[in-house]
Structure formats: C-alpha cells, structure tokens
C-alpha cells in the first residue's frame, strides 16, 4: 500500500482515523521504522501468526473506532506461547466487548514483542496560529504525567531537531543512566527531520501519535503509531 | 489546540506574491513617512486629542469634520477643516479616523475613493466588544477593505507613531527624537508605556505602531515593512495573537537573525488570555507554541514592559558578547553572595580568577573588610576613580572572564562628591574602551531623600551610555537573554 492508497482506501470509508497497520504503512514513507502487525480474524489464525513472529508476541483489538486500545482492555503483552495466546485472544475480546460494544472489530494484529529500550514520544499536531508541530518527549504513561516534551514549529532545520531532543528533563535516560543503554539520539534527531519533510509534504495528515518508540543503541522501533487525517474537503 | 481559526484578510492567510508585499511596504511607507495627515473627526471633547497630537508634525495636517459647533475650534488650531476627504486639495498619505462607529464604514469608502495611503481607525466598539453589532460592523469593514486592497490599520488603535517627524498619537509622546528601536504593539497603551519607558533610559524610537483589532493588517505585515527599515536596528513588539502563523515565522526566521527581535506576548495565562481583546483566543498551551517559535527564530522574549526596555538598552549600549562567565565589582561584603546567587538563578556563572588576575588583585587591594575574590567587594578599596577602573580592567583582561558588571550605591557619592566627579568620565572610558559587554546594577535608595541623588547618577550613567539597571535580577536576567541571541547569530553565521 502506498501512502496515497491507504489516504485513499480511509476517504472511501468516510474514515478520518487510520487503523494501526495502516498508519505504520502511510509512515513507511516517513522511513518511520515499526513493529509490522499482521492481522488475525480468529484465535488459530493468531497462533500460526504469532508461531511465524516468533515468541514472545504482543496482542492488540484492530478497530478503526478504538483510539486508546490501553484503554479497553485491548492489549496483551508478553505472550510467550499458543496457549497463552489463545488466552489473551479471549480476553481482549472480551473486554473490548464490555468497554466498547459498538465497535467496529476487525480482529487482533498480531506482532513480534519488541526488545524494551528507551520509551519516547513523536507526535504532530496542527497548532491555528503556525500550523504543524512536531513534539518530541519521554513517552508511554509517563508524558500524560510528567509532560516532559518539547515542540517545533515544521518545517525543522537540524539544529531544532538536535535542540528538542536535548531540551527535555530526561534528556539523561536517552544518554544512558546507571547502566542502561544509551538511545540511538542522532537517529531520533534524523526521525524528526523525515516527518518534518513528511508532514509539509501532506497536509491531509491532521495529527500523528507515535507513541511509544523503543530507542535503542543503534535505531528506534515505533511500537503503536496513531494517524488521523483532516475532514475531506469540501 | 487552538480556538476556531482567525479571519482570513487580504494581507493575511491567503500566501502574498512578491507583487502584494511590494504594495503593502508601498502603502506603508506612506503611512509611517507621510507628507501630509488628515484627522477625521476630532472634537473638543477629547481636546482635540489627535490634532493637537500633531502639533509639531513636519508635514501638512488637514481636518475633516462636518460638526459646524467643531469647527471653529478647529480652525483656532490654525487647521484647514474640509468637510470631506474628497474635497481635500492634494493627496493624503496618511489619515487618522476618529468618528463615531455607525460612520466608519463611510469614511472608509471616501478613504479608498481619495487614495489615501493608509488609514488608522481609533473608532472602536467592534470584535472586541464581543456583540453582534460589533462582530457585524467589523466585518463590513474588512469585506470594504479587503476588495479595495486598503491598508487600513486597527480598528480601536492608535496607529504609527514617528517621532523624528513628529507624528504622535497622543500628546504626552516625545516628539523631535528618533532613535534606533522600533515597536509594533497590538495595544496602544502598551506602545505608550514602552516609549515612555524607554525614552527614561535615553532611548528613542525609530517608528512605532499601535494596530488594535487587526481586520487588515498584522503584525506580519508591518514586521514585513520594518525589517528593511534602515532607521530600525532593533524591533520590539507587543502582541496577543497572529493571524497568519506561518507567515509569521517564515519572516522571524529569515531576519531575526540580522535585526534583533524581542516579542512580549500577551495572554500567557489563563485569566491573561481572557483579558485579551484579540481576535485570536491565545490559551496557555500554545505558550509552548510560542517557546518554540522564539527558539527557532532566535526571538527574544520579555514579559512586561520593564523585561522589554532592559534588553533593548543591552541590544543598544552593551557589547555583543556569548559567554556566560562573569566578573563582578560590588559594594559591600553582604551582597557579594546575593549578587552571586541571583546571576547563578539567571543561568550564568560567577567563576574563581585567573592566577594573574589575583595577583594583579592582590597588589592593590585592602584584604580588610573586602575580599578580591570574584565578585570583588570593593567597599573598602574603593578609594579611587583609579583603583575601580583597575579592578574592572582585571576582570576584563582575564581570560576566565566573559562581562563585567559593577553594582554601585548612589549614596556613595553624598559621602564622597569628588570621587563620583572623576567615576563617571573614567567608567565611560572604559565601557568605551571595552569590547566585553559591560553593565551596571545601581540600585533605588530605601529613602526618599536619596532618590534624586539615585536618579542622577543613573541619569548620567545612561547619558555616558552605559547599561543601568535598577536590580542585579534585572541586569542578570537581560544578560542571560542577550548572550543567547548573540549565540543563536553566532551559530547562524557558522552553519
């Protein structure tokens, strides 16, 4: 799917909120690197998929209606064999049911678990006065908390790239503190650059959540990556 | 994250092509160097606030006013009345409307039709009221402005102020000086208290602008005109709210750089957005926005009119400089530490001396009383003009050393006259001879018997020009702000 198409495919649906796979397919073009879910439609489907992946896998609801998958219940870490993912399989399912019962399911994705590293956020939002804004920060749980980010108006120039990164408080976790590795910072910096690019170059795009990004010594993996487009004109 | 998009404006949201912003800065350059002003609708009332305004104005200024009780007292002023534009011998460059609301939108049209240059409305009652009538009546206008293409400046503004040429928008304002600062304000009582403020610190304006409600020109558009004004080496602005963002930052990017900027931003809090009369609802969480845009640009940032004056004095009196290590001269022992702490707070560094420097200290210095450590407590060792000059020469021949600041007591001066009378002229030869920056913190007296002795040595401290701030916070503070623009340039010439 190319960026274009997966626009396309969304607008026909009358859809301004991409699904996983498909944020992560538009951001290819990004060179925006990530965890590849494949979907599943029912447990042994998710088996033999997770079988191919590899053990230990991730589980996550594949729903264009869900935005905070978190939220309800509809992520299973850490599933280390058949059974359990049979298991977690059921749960999800269950829970999504419960917490958002008119949801349009399409099934589970099914991913290789990504070797922890250092959590950050990118995300873009369309701010009225100067329009794009890439922000950069300390991610999972801990930037709705600690809002430990950082912004920039696009287009970026590599000093601003080079500057956000350095300007949050946690900047030290990303040099490596008390023993954990350090992040890959120059590829964070030229990741910021990409969607800088990327971002003037669409604006149909409204907001983009990559959240979290496991940094590690070398590269950065983007684990969940949320895109929503602006309304269709008109 | 923000409130419903602003409204669009000819010189605004649409991307202006070369062709418009050569008219824009042609309409402006009417405005702000105009060779003849009309004022429509002064009363006396308001004591002919506007006319008498231009008293000293160097070019011809005109009356329009249809009131027969108004026009005697027009013409007393020595003022031709006309009682329209249009009727007018000779263009009009430049045109202040003062009249009631319903009228507006009338004068407009015999604005365009005449050709005036620019026109600024003083007449309010429109957005900013926050009724249908005014919302209605504001849109009248625009949609007028816009399909003429008219440089209409406000409504409920007070318009260019240039003194050089004794165009003023209010009867308190200097006129006759000119200097290098301009400043654009989204509020006239903002522009107001700045040149005043400024103008204590022996600093003048080049031209200045108060542009109210905006349905026409921003402060883009008179950035764009400013930034090529070889008056101007310094811009300072007041502003709540931009209409056309990207524009906006597009220009701060391109000339920050070159022509200093410092924007004090309005509605930087909650309750201060609400305060705010702009068009544009400016919340809290686009400060970050803000931050960003000022970072990029390399803009520098104050937050009331006191932060704006201290750095446009240091972006004029006080050399460029990049390093954040300084040396200090001060009074007594006591706020030796303070003095340490609050430039530290400031994110700059009081460090040891160069071996040198104690030994060049130590050879002259009363260890009784006072340590020559840096800050240098030179209470007791101040016995001479001589010996303060040679200790700030210490300071800044060393090579640890980045700028001097000397913190001074006036009353120093009551005990010992003669001493201040050498002081003066020797601290002007040396800020002269000096190429680190150098400022001085003298502070007001605790007692009212003190202060004009204060006001005199910080007067002629300034006349001397040299970089007076009335607390070590303050010079701090300014110092901090200006060393990272001279490093932002730094880095924009390198790269």
């Known amino acids: 799917m190319s960026a274009a198409s997966v626009v396309q495919q969304a607008r026909q649906e009358r859809r301004t909120l991409l699904s996983e796979i498909e944020a992560k397919e538009l951001l290819k073009e990004a060179q925006v690197a990530s965890t590849a879910p494949v979907l599943a439609r029912n447990p042994d489907e998710a088996a033999k998929l997770a079988r191919q992946a590899g053990f230990p896998v991730v589980l996550k609801i594949d729903s264009p209606d869900i935005t905070h998958k978190s939220d309800v219940g509809g992520v299973k870490l850490n599933l280390g064999d058949e059974a359990a993912v049979r298991e977690g399989w059921a749960s999800i399912m269950a829970s999504v049911q419960k917490a958002a019962p008119t949801a349009r399911v399409s099934g589970l994705t099914v991913q290789k678990q990504a070797r922890p590293g250092v959590e950050v956020i990118i995300g873009m939002t369309k701010d009225a006065q100067f329009g794009p804004v890439l922000m950069f920060g300390l991610g999972g749980i801990l930037v709705e908390v600690l809002k430990d980010v950082a912004f920039r108006i696009v287009p970026l120039t590599q000093r601003d790239a080079a500057q956000m990164v350095r300007e949050i408080k946690g900047f030290p976790l990303l040099q490596g503190y008390r023993g954990s590795e350090p992040a890959d910072v120059a590829y964070l910096e030229g990741l910021l650059l990409r969607l800088s690019e990327f971002v003037d170059k669409h604006p149909e795009i409204k907001e983009i959540d990559l959240n979290p990004i496991f940094a590690y010594k070398a590269g950065a993996v983007a684990v969940d990556a949320r895109v929503v487009l602006e309304p269709p004109e008109g | ?495």
């Open chain 2, 1 to 495: 994250m923000l409130a419903a998009p602003p409204p669009a404006s000819s010189y605004g949201r649409r991307p202006l092509g070369e062709r418009m912003i050569a008219d824009l800065k042609a309409k402006l350059q009417r405005a702000f160097n105009p060779r003849s002003v009309a004022v429509v609708g002064d009363k006396k009332q308001s004591d002919y606030m506007w006319l008498n305004s231009l008293a000293h104005f160097q070019g011809k200024v005109y009356s329009v006013q249809i009131d027969p009780k108004e026009i005697p007292g027009i013409e007393a002023l020595g003022v031709p009345n006309y009682k329209s534009l249009l009727d007018i011998p000779g263009p009009i460059d430049y045109a202040l409307v003062s009249v009631p609301r319903p009228v507006a939108p009338r004068v407009l049209q015999d604005c365009i039709a005449k050709g005036v240059g620019a026109a600024a409305f003083f007449t309010s009652g429109f957005a900013e009221t926050k009724t249908e009538d005014g919302l209605l009546l504001q849109a009248s206008l625009t949609k007028m402005a816009q399909a003429a293409d008219f440089a209409l400046i406000g409504p409920n503004c007070m318009g260019p102020y240039v003194p050089g040429i004794g165009l003023r928008n209010n009867t308190d304002e200097a006129w006759g000086v000119s200097g290098p600062v301009a400043f654009i304000s989204q509020s006239g009582g903002n522009l107001v208290n700045f040149s005043q403020a400024a103008a204590a610190s022996g600093i003048h304006i080049s031209k200045a602008v108060s542009y109210g409600n905006a349905i026409v020109l921003d402060s883009t558009d008179f950035l764009e005109y400013i930034v090529d004004d070889p008056d101007t080496q310094l811009i300072g602005a007041y502003i709540e709210g931009v209409k056309d963002g990207r524009r906006f930052f597009r220009l701060l990017r391109e000339n920050a750089g070159k022509k200093p900027v410092i924007i004090w931003k309005g509605g930087q809090t909650p309750d201060g957005a609400r305060a705010t009369s702009s068009h544009t609802a400016s919340l809290a969480e686009s400060m970050a926005v803000w931050e960003a845009l000022m970072k990029q640009c390399g803009v520098l940032r104050a937050n009331d009119v006191d932060e704006m004056v201290d750095t446009v004095k240091a972006l004029v009196m006080v050399k460029p400089g990049v390093g954040d290590r300084v040396g200090m001269v001060s009074m007594a022992g006591g706020s030796s530490v303070t003095i340490t702490d609050t430039f530290g707070r400031a994110g700059l560094r009081v460090p040891e001396l160069s071996a040198d420097s104690y030994r060049k200290l130590g050879s002259f210095f009363n260890i009784i009383g006072g340590s020559y450590r840096n800050p240098l407590d030179a209470g007791q060792t101040f016995r001479s003009a001589d010996l303060l000059v040679q200790m700030l020469e210490t300071l800044r021949d060393d090579p640890q050393i980045d700028s001097v600041v000397l913190e001074m007591a006036a009353r120093r001066g009551d005990r010992d006259p003669k001493l201040m009378e050498g002081l003066l002229p020797a601290l002007q030869r040396f800020k002269e001879g000096t190429t680190k920056p150098f400022l001085m913190v003298v502070s007001p007296p605790q007692r009212v018997e003190h202060y004009e002795r204060y006001a005199q040595l910080r007067d002629e401290l300034t006349a001397r020009g040299i970089a007076v701030y009335s607390t070590s916070q303050r010079a701090a503070a300014t110092l901090r702000r200006v060393v990272d623009y001279y490093r932002f340039r730094q880095e924009l010439q390198a790269g």
